[in-house]
């Protein structure tokens, strides 16, 4: 029996030493045997390192919420990044509210450790020694570092606006929403929450205090538990100054007319600026006015304009209830714009019948088109068009950006346009003008950031802003001098000029425009001249973009246009367009 079944066990075995002979086939199939194999070690080992990490730590834990390290001595490098994920990990499974449960606000609470009511994980901290700090200290321009202070989240250190971001807080970003509301002061505080505020109420700690890394970027530190890391903001003069959510507008005589200008007032016990404020916000009123301990609530009007600025000097006397402020006097007022909005100037609408009229509002792009459309449209009441369509415009209010250019139903029209036959399509035409170094930038911000953005330093230092200033400088001039030498009905308006002296040049557009002057709406305008379309005033280049070269093309064609306007005997260029 065992001499026959030999020679049917061994066909099997012959049929697999002719397959393997085949060459092809056999060097496949011992590929296929290699990447088996490998595949098995690989495993095997990720098992052995799994069962390590879980002994090391003395638990059956995850180890990626494991908090200690791997193994005796120094630990394992790989035990000591599962360590750092298990912490991120915990911190964003945390939620934004810092506030402790019921039972840490008992007697017992007071025992507590401070980090105890902030949700502060005192397992996740972690040495700062090898962390300079060179970058919080410098003074880039923008804003220079004072120091860590206490904040109390019953008395704030920074009163103004703030703001929260649990994954992107960054310390620019901070610095830059605060300087944007005009405010003198930026805080961060527990890596994640930014604090605006005019003054500083409270102590100054140890640095050591403010070791929080920022959420959005791991090379800042951004406060503590309870502890602010306070910048102090280099802002631009066209920055409002603040107090809290309301914008200082200046000292100023008392009104004739006290009671009709400013309709509601009371006596205030201990006044401070918060107090007035709010007394005149609940009331539903745009300007809170201190006269030592009355405080008086209004719009501007005709009676009250807020026009003549007096010496601050004049109004310096102590508020009974704030150290820190002024609360004027009896002649001499403090004044202050709520956070109210002032209706009088909001209601917008079509034209009622259909003009024949077209007037071109042109500019070349970055001249400050879109702002004079946003005082229009409040001054008029009217929607303004457009010789182009921006959906992102109309989303923003700008409803007339879907009728087209020749509808009629506008006040006037934003174009960019140059051409001869586009310029004698209009019959008048308001001509906006800006400094080109201004308007240059402004145009190359919009083309990279958006209307209200901003281009990246890679933008400004590589290729794109040569180029730009190349072939745009020369449009600056001959966009001018084409609207000048083909226009029917031209008035020059100056951007520089309208922001001094909105009141005035503001009026002038609408006689222009051929309306009635209202000028209660054109006071209300003042306090919403701003609108959705300001850059902040504290993003700025650490540098000058301009070169000699394109310093010499500029200066000429500034000079170009200043000899047009004369020539059509109107007044030149304002001073700083002039080269320097």
Request: hydrophobic letters at 30%; a positive charge.
């Amino acid at each position: 029996m065992r001499v026959a079944r030999e020679p049917i066990m061994a066909r099997p075995l012959l049929k697999i030493h002719r397959y393997f002979r085949r060459k092809p086939v056999r060097f496949f199939s011992f590929i296929l045997l290699y990447l088996t194999a490998g595949s098995l070690v690989f495993l095997h080992s990720g098992f052995s390192s799994d069962t390590s990490t879980t002994g090391a730590s003395g638990s059956g834990r995850d180890p990626l919420i494991s908090e200690g390290g791997g193994g005796t001595g120094g630990g394992s490098s790989t035990s000591d990044g599962l360590g750092l994920i298990g912490r991120v990990f915990k911190e964003t499974r945390r939620a934004p509210r810092r506030f402790g449960p019921p039972w840490m606000k008992e007697n017992g609470a007071q025992d507590a450790p401070e980090w105890a009511g902030r949700g502060f994980d005192h397992t996740s901290s972690w040495s700062h020694g090898a962390k300079g700090r060179t970058t919080k200290e410098m003074d880039d321009g923008r804003a220079k570092y004072i120091g860590c202070y206490v904040d109390d989240t019953q008395k704030r250190a920074l009163r103004g606006v703030s703001f929260f971001d649990y994954k992107k807080m960054t310390v620019f970003r901070c610095q830059d929403n605060c300087a944007e509301r005009g405010y003198l002061f930026a805080g961060l505080e527990f890596g994640a929450e930014c604090y605006c505020g005019h003054k500083i109420q409270a102590p100054n700690v140890s640095e050591s205090e403010c070791s929080m890394e920022c959420k959005g970027e791991k090379s800042n530190l951004c406060g503590g538990p309870n502890r602010l890391s306070i910048y102090r903001l280099e802002l631009s003069q066209e920055s409002a100054r603040r107090y809290g959510s309301a914008i200082f507008k200046g000292c100023f005589k008392k009104p004739d007319n006290v009671t009709l200008a400013l309709p509601v007032s009371g006596v205030i016990k201990n006044m401070s600026v918060d107090k007035c404020v709010d007394m005149c916000t609940e009331k539903e009123f745009t300007l809170a006015a201190l006269g030592g301990e009355k405080c008086h609530c209004g719009f501007p009007t005709p009676l009250f304009t807020l026009h003549e600025h007096e010496d601050e000097e004049l109004c310096l006397q102590r508020c009974a209830g704030e150290d820190f402020e002024s609360c004027g006097n009896n002649d001499f007022f403090v004044v202050y714009q709520t956070q109210v909005q002032d209706n009088r100037c909001m209601d917008r609408r079509f034209l009622h019948t259909r003009s024949k009229h077209l007037v071109a509002l042109a500019s070349f792009p970055g001249a400050g088109n879109t702002w004079a459309r946003h005082l229009i449209e409040l001054a008029t009441g009217y929607y303004t068009g457009s010789y182009y369509f921006d959906g992102s415009l109309y989303n923003k209010g700008f409803k007339g950006e879907r009728d087209h250019w020749r509808s009629g139903r506008t006040i006037c029209i934003k174009t960019h346009e140059s051409g001869r036959k586009e310029i004698e399509a209009f019959d008048g035409s308001i001509l906006m003008i800006r400094n080109p170094y201004k308007a240059l930038m402004a145009e190359f911000n919009r083309k990279y950031g958006g209307h209200i953005g901003f281009a990246s330093q890679a933008h400004w230092r590589g290729k794109e802003w040569p180029e730009f200033v190349k072939n745009y400088a020369p449009w600056w001039a001959s966009h001018t001098l084409d609207w000048l030498k083909y226009g029917k009905k031209v008035q020059v308006v100056h951007f520089e000029d309208l922001k001094r002296e909105l009141f005035t040049q503001l009026k002038s557009m609408v006689i222009f425009l051929g309306l009635e002057v209202a000028e209660d709406r054109l006071l209300c305008v003042e306090g919403q001249k701003d609108g959705n379309f300001k850059r902040s005033g504290l993003r700025k280049l650490e540098y000058d973009p301009y070169t000699p070269e394109m310093r010499a093309t500029i200066d000429g064609l500034i000079k170009t246009v200043d000899t047009a306007l004369r020539k059509r005997n109107l007044s030149g260029v304002p001073e700083e367009y002039k080269p320097r």
